[in-house]
Nanobody, 121 residues
């Protein structure tokens, strides 16, 4: 079984910064793409950013210029640095990863439990 554990959420004032972290662990031998999504109650989960194992990143328009995704392949960890936060960034942020498992299942999608980010205006 593969698990994603997120950390770093919390309360911040508008204009402030937060850094989210997510580490993958368990029965896997490779993590390919890692990503962040977010969800506001009553709305669909939306894509924030993703990064491949080759460190190619892409972003949703809402975070471009303010959010930076990075990863440490040796630690199976992905980060999301969020700057210039706005009240509309308030959401539960979920980590997502595609992993190849030791039971030879390929590109298995795994989700974290989510971490709440609250931006006060």
């Amino acid at each position: 079984q593969v698990q994603l554990v997120e950390s770093g959420g919390g309360l911040v004032q508008a204009g402030g910064s937060l850094r989210l972290s997510c580490t993958a662990s368990g029965s896997m031998f490779r993590v390919t793409t890692m990503a962040w999504y977010r969800q506001v109650p009553g709305k669909q989960r939306e894509f924030v950013a993703a990064i491949t194992s080759g460190l190619h990143a892409n972003y949703a328009d809402t975070g471009k210029g303010r959010f930076t995704i990075s990863r440490d392949n040796a630690k199976n960890t992905v980060y999301l640095q969020m700057n210039s936060l706005k009240s509309e960034d308030t959401a539960v942020y979920y980590c997502n990863a595609l992993v190849d498992t030791t039971t030879l299942r390929w590109n298995v999608e795994v989700w974290g439990q989510g971490t709440l980010v609250t931006v006060s205006s």
